[in-house]
């Protein structure tokens, strides 16, 4: 079997090992923005092209005669890859572009929760002019949320009390957003415990992932500027420290209402993976965000955990037959931290020399922004290499994932604090002062 990945970053660098772990034989070819060496030893072909370009993907896997493609990040799916790849007859995990509505436009997802009545959906108002957005402002006091509706990596979202101090302040950043022809979502303000739980949908069918609470600050503590995500854990036995088993049974019916919801809506399925961004609150689990793919970092947390064939999942879930598939999850924990360079993500060091030669173990470092220049290893500008500790414990996890990144040579910075026993108390104990017990 030709398979055909999109995407160069550490994500993807777990799912090419995930791939060439299966049973079936396969050939992996990977058409990618930035040369990853990790990739690039494992696949046939890496190609640098533009993974964001229909026709080009289109060329490169009509060239391979691929079989199945899997699509990592979200920009190819915006941009209407997977439709154009499905047109050739290749079975594709990731949507097409409509059913990619699902992340590229968090009006549309709001709008779908609403229309189908999917619990944990906040109150909020869509617009695409001013007209109104004071009001609803005064209705919403101190607790409200503005966001880009559309891809801006996290950074189009501003929280009242963090990013905006006044409502004066939120109507000039809604001006903006008018200015340019935008639109905009303006939510309640949700207070809890964030995390991620991920589910292979193969149009009906659904096959959860083990939940994972990822790190969007860039400094120890959750302060600093938002970035993509510092670092993810998971607990033993499928759990987060801070969440009961109602809180993942809610987001597991979520997302199973979410894919029967888009499914009603579009007449075809969605196949790919379903990431919903949660957050536990003392009124229940609320929807903070849907993602169209593999969450990244926590793609290396759960395929690190993936104990069935990674590859047969993806036959079955374009071939539309996840409910002959039984899947099995390892009950380990997992701690996945990033080192990114000095300055990221305002201003990230870019082109400096950077050494991993000093990591005993090569199976526990996935590539990211990373280039090869001349043989040397060198940082891209932006979240550089991820490291991934898997143990009986999160403490032994943390460690293993401690002593891996700290072995890394170069001008870079990583948040030790993940998966941590101070971090996740303080998650613990916020959860419990929420929900009012001690
Ligand atoms: P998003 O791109 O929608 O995931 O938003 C980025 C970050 O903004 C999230 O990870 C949250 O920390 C925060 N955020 C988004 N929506 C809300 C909300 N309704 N209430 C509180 N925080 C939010
Ligand atoms: N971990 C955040 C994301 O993948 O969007």
Redesign the pocket.
């Known amino acids: 079997m030709n398979v055909l990945l999109i995407g160069s970053g550490a994500r993807e660098h777990a799912i090419a090992r995930a791939v060439k772990k299966s049973k079936i034989e396969s050939k992996l070819f990977c058409i990618a923005s930035n040369y990853n060496p990790g990739i690039a030893a494992l696949v046939a072909d890496l190609t640098i092209g533009n993974i964001n370009a229909p026709d080009s993907v289109v060329k490169f896997a009509e060239k391979h005669s691929i079989d199945l493609a899997i699509i990592g990040p979200e920009a190819p799916l915006a941009n209407g890859v997977a439709d154009a790849l499905r047109k050739l007859a290749i079975g594709c995990v990731g949507p097409t572009k409509a059913l990619a509505q699902l992340e590229t436009s ?1 009006g549309f997802t709001r709008n779908l929760m609403k229309k189908y009545k999917i619990a944990g959906c ?1 109150i909020y108002q869509n617009y695409s002019k001013l007209d109104g957005v004071a009001e609803f402002l005064n209705e919403l006091g101190d607790n409200y ?1 503005v ?1 880009f509706d559309g891809l ?1 990596g ?1 950074k ?2 501003k ?1 009242a009390g963090e990013h905006l101090n006044s409502h004066k302040d939120s109507l000039a950043y809604c001006e903006e957003i008018v200015a340019d022809g935008g639109r905009f979502v303006i ?5 809890g415990e ?1 995390f991620s739980l991920m589910s292979f949908c193969d149009g009906e069918r659904l096959i959860h992932m083990p939940p994972v609470q990822d790190h ?1 600050r860039a400094y120890e503590n959750d302060t600093g500027p ?1 970035t993509g995500g510092m670092g993810s854990y998971n607990d033993k036995q499928q759990s987060l420290p801070f969440l009961n088993d109602n809180d993942i049974h809610s987001a597991k019916l979520t997302n199973e209402a979410i894919a029967l919801a888009l499914k009603k809506e579009f007449g075809t399925g969605y196949q790919g993976i379903i990431y919903g ?1 949660f ?1 536990a609150t003392a009124d229940g689990v ?1 929807v ?2 849907y993602n169209a793919r593999f969450g990244d970092p926590e793609a290396m947390n759960v395929l690190a955990l993936l104990e069935s064939d990674f590859l047969e999942l993806c036959v079955a879930l374009v071939n539309g037959e996840l409910s002959e598939y039984s899947i099995k999850f390892n009950s380990k924990a997992t701690v996945c931290k990033y080192a990114v360079p000095n300055g990221y993500p305002d201003a990230p060091l870019k082109g400096e020399n950077i050494g991993i030669s000093k990591i005993n173990n090569p199976d526990q470092l996935y590539y990211a922004s990373v280039d090869v220049i001349d043989g040397q290893l060198i940082e891209a500008g932006s979240r550089t290499v991820a490291v991934v500790g898997v143990a009986d414990s999160l403490a032994q996890a943390e460690a293993l994932a401690e002593q891996a990144i700290s072995r890394i040579e170069g001008p870079l910075f990583h948040r030790s604090d993940i998966g941590t026993a101070k971090l996740i108390q303080k998650r613990i104990d916020n959860m419990n002062n929420l929900r009012g017990h001690s």
């Open positions: 968090k906040p949320v966001k801006m996290g189009g979202v929280v939510e309640e303000k949700l207070i964030e969007k938002n961004g957050i609320k903070i965000e």
